[in-house]
């Protein structure tokens, strides 16, 4: 049972009364989407207002709907609730939610490895429920909430942030039992200026962790692992990485095109834990001992969370594979990229023992430092054995400088997907990787 099914749960958690009962099915943001039954969400946005849709979700057989422009505010139908902000409205709505909640309460942020992180949790701890696909800004994550289920004994959120605050306000809300930051990367530059900028952003979830709660922390920067230790003295630090002075670290690590496997090693274990999973990379090493250092924190037995993450499918969700043009596999990571989610990718690609093909897009929001991060990753992907880089947009051209021979730039759309097919063949393993402005998915279908 989710926590909102009918309208006495909305006004219960909305502090609104409601003059009439109905059933709350879905819960939704976009009338296209909208089923019967459903509460939709009017949200103004940079590009559309949902208070101009309203008569079109009534159409479609929503039953309910909040809306906060002034001209709804004394209308006569009862199906329509007038608040002053549907944003806060969905504030308000999580904030009572978490009140009225008892179970565990995670919330996850980093710069590269949040929703892989959540998705391992989701699928290794009972009962729980966890974001819905990637919802988890200020809109996504309270809708991620709304649809949970009352009974889970867990809930786990991924939070994002492109901005100052952003983490503070979304943990605020879920006031989690424990904190995790996958990592500090490469992120949001424009906003964020530096890795600074980046670290404070991310370590705001610090102050909203419970008191005597946990914060799981990667160790591979020390400085930012002392400043974490430092900040909060009623709650406990657990660290994760690949060297042996983190609390969980990897040992006996093998790295197979299909899969990994290793034994996660820790001062506060009896005995190494054996993990075996069909996520590929490196990194993911990372995320699965991240995700059982929660499961430590939580009390659970390890040896159940070994036997979990070998039985449970887990897809690398940005990473997509599958066959491709004239037999070649295609490696689907076009969602979105930043330099250190693209260095992840480029370490992944470099496991094939074929033509290796990185078909990489500008990675946009990066401030001042676009140009030497494109080169940076241009010379990454040369130093890994990578045979050939395409580079499509304005930025990459930068990556192509510092791949040197085999790079190949276009910033014409036909023209790429031109030599797309005249020049893949069953001997490549293709990467596709861009920033979401970037649109790269449009190249899988040529």
């Known amino acids: 049972m989710k926590f909102i099914t009918n309208t006495s749960d909305l006004a ?231 060297k042996d002075d983190a609390d969980f670290y990897p040992i006996d690590v093998k790295i197979k095109q299909n899969g990994l496997s290793f034994l996660v090693t820790s001062r506060l274990l009896e005995k190494p834990i054996k993990i075996s999973s069909s996520l590929e990379g490196i990194h993911n090493v990372k995320n699965i001992l991240s995700a059982c250092a929660v499961h430590y924190c939580l009390g659970q037995n390890l040896k159940d969370f070994s036997k979990s993450i070998s039985l449970s499918k887990l897809d690398n969700l940005r990473q997509v594979k599958y066959k491709w043009l004239k037999g070649s596999t295609l490696i689907d990571d076009s969602y979105n990229a930043n330099p250190d989610s693209t260095k992840k990718s480029i370490d992944l690609l470099s496991n094939y023992n074929k033509k290796t093909v990185l078909l990489l897009g500008d990675m946009l929001e990066l401030g001042r430092y676009k140009n030497k991060l494109h080169k940076e990753v241009g010379e990454y992907a040369k130093s890994k054995g990578i045979s050939k880089l395409i580079a499509f947009g304005n930025l990459t051209r930068y990556s192509i400088d510092g791949f040197g021979k085999n790079g190949i730039f276009f910033n014409d759309e036909t023209k790429l997907k031109n030599y797309l097919r005249k020049n893949i063949t069953s001997k490549n393993v293709i990467l596709i990787k861009g920033s979401r402005g970037m649109k790269m998915e449009r190249f899988i279908d040529v």
Do not use: C
């Open 12 to 242: 219960k958690f909305l502090n609104k009364k409601i003059k009439f009962n109905a059933l709350i099915k879905s819960i939704s943001t976009d009338t296209r989407s909208l089923k019967k039954n459903s509460l939709f969400i009017a949200i103004k946005g940079e590009n559309f207002d949902g208070n101009d849709f309203v008569d079109e979700a009534l159409s479609k057989g929503s039953n309910i709907i909040i809306a906060d422009n002034k001209r709804f505010k004394n209308n006569k139908d009862k199906r329509i609730i007038w608040v002053n902000d549907s944003i806060k409205a969905l504030k308000t709505i999580s904030n009572n939610i978490i009140k009225d909640y008892g179970g565990n309460v995670i919330a996850i942020t980093g710069s590269n490895g949040k929703t892989t992180t959540t998705n391992i949790i989701g699928k290794t701890l009972k009962n729980n429920s966890k974001t819905l696909k990637n919802f988890n800004n200020e809109i996504g994550m309270p809708l991620s909430l709304m649809n949970a289920s009352f009974k889970s004994t867990n809930l786990i959120f991924e939070i994002g942030a492109s901005k100052l605050n952003d983490i503070d306000y979304l943990s605020k809300i879920l006031q989690p039992n424990i904190g995790l930051i996958t990592n500090i990367g490469n992120s949001h530059l424009e906003s964020l200026k530096n890795i600074d900028g980046v670290f404070k952003v991310k370590s705001e979830i610090v102050k909203n962790i419970k008191k005597n709660g946990f914060l799981v922390v990667p160790n591979d920067n020390k400085k930012h692992l002392n400043k974490w230790k430092k900040m909060r003295s009623d709650i406990t630090t657990i660290s994760f990485g690949m």
